[in-house]
C-alpha cells in the first residue's frame, strides 16, 4: 500500500513585512508500507517541514499530497484530526513531552483518544511500551527528572503505543549515545515491522541512516536521492 | 463498537483527562474553586436557610391567621338567631361544600380558683378543628379530640402561665381546675400550649364551643369580650378555588340563617395578602447569591484563560496525537466543569451541615418550628446546578481560545 505520495510540493510562509519564504519545492516522494526511509539534510533545509507536511500538521501550499489514499488538501477538521491519531506517530526534535506528567501518562496521552478498549486498557498498553524502551523502572517520573536519552525513548514510546501505519521520527536518536541509539533505532523497526509500518526517519548520523531501505537528502528546499549516506572520508 | 458506546467512550475519557489536567494545574485553580465553592455554599445555605426561615414566617402566620386559605364569617342580624340554630346552619354549609375543617371561635372568660386566689382567665371556645386550621401547638397532652365533647367534665388546653399557676401537675394524672360561678364545674386540663413569647405571661386557656356554651355566667365578669353573643366561625378551604367557595359558604350560610340575617366573610391567612409575602425576601436573597456566583465565575473565567495561553502548545501535541478540535472543547470545558463541580459539592455539603446546624435552626425559627423542614432538595438541585452552569459559563471562553489556534502555531508555539 501506498501511505505517502507527494507530487510536485511546496511550501512557502509569509513572513509579516519581507518577501514569501519558500521552504519547499518540488517535493515527489512515494512511501510504501514497511519501507523505511532516511532524510538528511543541513540545519534550516526544511526536514521538520516536510515532516509536518507528512504527518498532516502542516498542509502544502503548492502540489498534490496523498497520505494513505487521502488527499491531504481535502482532509479536514476531525477526520484529519483523527486520521492522524489512528495512523500516524510523531518523534518530535524537541521531544515534546508533556510537562508536569509523568512518563506513563506521556506515553498514555494517544490512548485517550483512540477510544474503545485501547481507552480502557491504557495503562496496561503504556507500560508495556515503556518496558520495551527500557524505561520499565522509570514510568512514574516525570519528564523534568529524566535524562535527554530517558525523555526520547518516552517520546519514542508515546509515537509508537498506538501501532501507527506511518512512523515520522525527527532525529530520533539525537540525543542518544551511539550503543543506546542502535536499540532504540532496533525497537522501532521492529515495532514498524510488526504492523508493517512505514517509517520515515530524519537523522545526522550515517550510521542511522544506513539502516534504510532508501536514502534522500534535503537541499535547497529539494529533495534529492543519495546513492551512498557515508560521507566521504567518514570511516564508519 | 456501537455509537453510544463511542460517545460514552469519549465522555470518561474527556473527564478523565480533564481531571489529570485539573490535577496537574491544581495551584492554579484551586483558588479560584474556593470561591466557587464559597459562592456555591452561600447560594445553598441562602436558599436552605430561606426554606427554613420561611417555614417559619409560614408558621407564625398561620397560628395567627390559619392555614391558606383561612376565611372567618361573622354573623350579624337585628335579631340574633338560636344559636342552636346558627350552629346546624354551619354544619350544614360545611357538608356541602366538603369543608373538612371548620371551627367556630369565640371569646370568653372564666372564673378559675387558683391556690392563691380566684383570677378571671380568657377562654377562646373553639372547635377541634382550630387546632389543625392554626396549626395550634401542644407541649404537654394533647389538643382536643372528638372524643372531648362527650366528656362531663369540660376539658381545657392552657397555656404555660396557667400551667405554672397550677404547680405544672403531670398531665397523666388528669389534673383539674375549679370554675367558680352559679353551680361551678370542674374541667380537666387535656393539653399544655408552649409559651408563644416574652408577654405570654398570664393564664389563657381553650375550651371546646360546646363545653363553653354549657357553662354557668360566670360571676358577673360577662360572657363575651366581643359584643356579639354569637360567636365566628372560620373554615380552611383549599386554596385554589378558595375565593368562590368563601363567597358560596357566605351565600348560603345567610340564606339558611333567614330573615335579616347578614353574613360577612374575609380571609385571615397569610396568602391572602399577595401574591407571595415573601416573594421580595427570597428575590433579594437569591439576588445576592447569583452576584456572588457570578464573581465566583469571573475569577474562575480569568485564571482559567491564562492557564489556556500557558497551555497552547501541550494542546498542539495533544492535537498531533489525535486530539480532534472538538474533544478539545469539550475536555477545556470539562476541566472547569469538572472542577466547579466538585467546589459544588462542597459548597452543598457545607451548606447543609451549616443549614442543619442547631444553632443555624434556633435563630431562623425560633426553635419552635413544628414542621422543620429537612435541608430542601431545590437548595441542593440550585447550588450544583449553579456550580455547573458557572463552571460551564467559565469554560466556554478558555475552550474556545484553545482550538482557535492552528495545529502547526501551537507546536511551533
Ligand atoms: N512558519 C514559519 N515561519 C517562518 N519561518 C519558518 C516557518 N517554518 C519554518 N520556517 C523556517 O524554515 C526553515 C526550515 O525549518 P525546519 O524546521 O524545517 O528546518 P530543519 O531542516 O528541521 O532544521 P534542523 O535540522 O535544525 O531541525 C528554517 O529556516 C525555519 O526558520
Ligand atoms: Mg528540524
Redesign the pocket.
Known sequence: MRLVEAIDVGRT?Q?PDADP?T?LRGIDLTVEAGERVSIV?R???????LLNLLGLIDSPTEGELRILGEDAARLRGARRDRMRGREIGFVF?QFNLLPGRTAIENVQTPLLYAGGASFWRRERIAREMLERVGLGERTAARPERLSGGEQQRVAIARALVRRPRLILADEPTGALDLETGGTVMELIEEVAAETDAALVTITHDPAIARRADRHLR?SEGRLVPLDDPVPAGSAA | MNALARIATGFVSAVAEAMEELRIHRGRVLLSLVGVAVAVCALATVVGAGAVAEQGVRETSERGGGRAATATFNVNATTPPEPERVDAAWREVLDRYAVAYGTRLSYGEMLVQFTDGAVAVPVQAVDPAYGIIHRVRVSEGVWFGDADAERLAPALVINEAFWDRLGRPPLATHPTVELLGEGGRTAVVVGVTPRNGEWDTEPTAFMLADAYASLPVPGGTGSSMMGSLLPSFEAWIDRNQADPIVEAIRRDFAAALGDGAQVDAFRTDYAAFGDDPLLFVKLLVVGVAVVILLLGALGLVNIALVTVRTRIREIGIRRTFGATAGRVFFAVLMESVVGTFVAGVVGVGAAILLVRSPLMTMVLGGGELEDLPGFPIEAAVIGLGSAVLVGALAGILPAFAAIRVRVIDAI?F
Open positions: 510562509v513572513i519564504l521552504i539534510g540545519s534550516g533545509s526544511g526536514k521538520s517541514t526534535q534535503l | 511551533r
